[in-house]
């Protein structure tokens, strides 16, 4: 098998508790990344970095379903309207 | 006698209602097939060698960040609230591995011990593990590989139920809670009659 081990049982839920606390964090400032850098690093640190980019994509993804359901689908603007 | 015509007639008929009924699962042609795969202890298991069970299978990956764990979770409850009722046959819950370049016997052994007891992991050669996959068409992508050599495997995620002939009777998403399950397998158990010996 190649490379390191998979996470732990216990490994698997210290990273999600980072994550969950870092998304709290971005929740409660709107999304402002700059105002939980720490957080952010905790969490990069307990997860593999392809978990950090997966839960990146979650978290856009539920972001973006959020905004469908609350805003309804907007087609970008043309450039130029005819 | 009359008697005996009649009942005669009324056996044929069920005889051929069985058989549609059959011929209906088989023409969905999911888990058909005799996937060949190791456990964790290195023995050769087939679909085969589960026939007489009742079996829930999921496929998953020991690296996956957080759906495998959940439904493998979700899966162990299933079992164990049907096992909640003595009335009820055992349930043998089975995890094949998408990704059998990292998931040997040892990696699937050190993963699958914080789920229930029972259940079995299997793994098996690339090649072994693409037809299983196959045979449930469930969809198998690994991505990209970091700097690290870490990847992560995109796949069905999808818990099925076969019936003691090794039959696929039914497939849970993930949006199926493990009440829900247990429920469902309890139905099909009710209506399951066994093929002819």
Known sequence: AAGMAAPTMEERKACWGARDEFWRCLDSHGDDAAQCEKLRRAFESRCPQQWVKHFDKRRDFLKYKKKLETEGFQPPEAAGKS | ?197
């Open chain 2, 1 to 197: 006698g009359v008697a005996a015509g009649w009942l005669y007639l009324r056996h044929q008929k069920e005889r051929q209602r069985r058989e549609r009924r059959l011929h209906h699962l088989r023409s969905l042609s999911l888990g058909q097939g005799n996937f060949q795969l190791q456990d964790t202890s290195g023995a050769a298991r087939s679909k085969a060698d589960f026939r007489g069970r009742w079996v829930l299978l999921y496929f998953g990956f020991t690296h996956c960040p957080d759906v495998c764990p959940e439904e493998l979770e979700k899966l162990s409850r299933a079992v164990r609230l049907l096992e909640a009722d003595p009335a009820l046959p055992p349930v043998q819950p089975l995890f094949i591995t998408v990704d059998p370049e990292r998931d040997d016997a040892a990696a699937l052994a050190r993963y699958l011990r914080d789920f229930h007891p029972r259940l079995v992991g299997l793994t098996g050669s690339a090649q072994q593990v693409r037809e299983a996959a196959a045979q449930f068409r469930v969809y198998v992508s690994a991505g990209p590989r970091d700097d690290d050599g870490d990847y992560v495997v995109d796949h069905s995620v999808l818990t099925f139920l076969l019936d003691p002939d090794g039959i696929f009777r039914d497939c849970y998403s993930r949006s199926r809670t493990a009440e829900e399950v247990a429920r469902s397998v309890r139905g099909h158990m009710d209506s399951y009659e066994p093929l002819a010996p």
